[in-house]
């Protein structure tokens, strides 16, 4: 049934490309100057950007679900636009999702790249229509000269397309202190003294995935069937889901089947947490995973540094002792 089934991999960025920049979440209006200097950071990395009308406003939604829809159906149909970056996160972005063609995006393929809301839409794009997309940074996140900012330029030009865990992560958030520190060393856990597997890579938020379930935006259980005989390896990134939540949560995906042909899951550090129990998240993690093979507080999300994750991507993971390596393969 799946035979004829070929995961697309659009055009990666090249000198002088085009970036479209749109906002199908919230706007940048109350974080302008990051954003712009974000943009000449882009520029001087030798590509050009384009912004639909709704990028700078300042809102939690861009603008009304019809128009933000439709701005990022206008990206894909300009064939000057060589790739498509969401402005930035928010909690609106599902609104839009009725608005936006998918037809059009599987007809005319192109890298869509965003973070946190934005799973919204790379997560269906993905998984819906067999087209690769990037869960690495927003459009406003490139104001800072960092390993992990300067890795996503690489990978966003099909450069070196592998990630490698860091020795230290930021213990807060980064919109709660002045200046990126990281100070706390990475410790990585997994119900395995180490993992090596190959899977098809497909994640994201998992505060905006949980919503998706059972909407016709879902076709996640269609995705891993057609790719079974490849595995799947999840990722998770956890914005603020109690630890309860997450927990009730992964239940919910493990009852859905979702994690039919799981090769390993991959759960990033969570931003912030809460318990109402005292449940703590790998307690969580453990016992709603039981044996699925998982690494635990992964470079991957919201904290500072995190790698960037190609979804529909076959993965090469490999973890031993506190260290995660992450091959993309596009095939």
Not at 64 to 93: H, K, S, W, Y
Not at 104 to 131: F, H, N, R
Not at 156 to 180: A, C, R, T
């Amino acid at each position: 049934m799946y035979n004829n089934i070929i995961m697309k991999y659009p055009k990666f960025l090249e000198k002088n490309d085009t970036i479209g920049i749109c906002a199908p979440s919230a706007g940048v209006g109350k974080k302008v100057e990051d954003f712009q200097k974000s943009i000449d950071r882009l520029h001087q990395e030798g590509f050009n950007t384009i912004e639909t009308p709704s990028v700078r406003f300042n809102n939690q939604r861009s603008n009304t679900p019809e128009i933000r829809g439709e701005e990022v159906n206008q990206l894909f149909r300009d064939n000057d636009v060589n790739f498509v970056m969401c402005a930035a996160g928010g909690d609106f972005l599902d609104e839009c999702l009725p608005y936006i063609d998918f037809n059009l995006l599987k007809e005319q393929p192109k890298y869509i790249m965003g973070a946190s809301d934005p799973t919204g839409i790379l997560y269906p794009y993905t998984t819906m229509c067999d087209v690769a997309t990037i869960y690495g940074l927003n459009g406003g996140s490139y104001s800072e000269d960092e390993p992990f900012i300067n890795k996503n330029l690489e990978m966003i030009q099909g450069i070196n397309l592998e990630e490698k865990s860091y020795k230290y992560y930021m213990s807060k958030p980064s919109f709660m202190v002045d200046k990126i520190a990281y100070d706390f060393p990475t410790n990585y856990q997994s119900n395995q003294e180490s993992i090596n597997v190959q899977g098809r890579c497909i994640g994201g938020c998992i505060d905006v995935l949980k919503d998706l379930i059972g909407t016709k935006f879902d076709h996640t259980l269609d995705f891993i069937n057609k790719y079974q005989y490849d595995g799947i390896i999840w990722y998770f990134d956890n914005f603020s889901l109690s630890s309860e939540v997450f927990y009730r949560t992964l239940l919910q995906f493990k009852f859905a089947g979702y994690f039919e042909h799981t090769k390993a899951i991959i759960i990033g550090r969570t931003l912030l947490p809460s318990s109402d129990t005292d449940m703590t998240y790998l307690e969580a993690t453990q016992l709603a995973l039981g044996n699925i093979p998982f690494i635990f507080d992964a470079d991957v999300g919201h904290t500072l540094p995190h790698m960037t994750m190609i979804n529909g991507a076959i993965l090469n993971l490999h973890y031993e002792d506190n260290q995660m390596n992450l091959e993309f393969i596009l095939k």
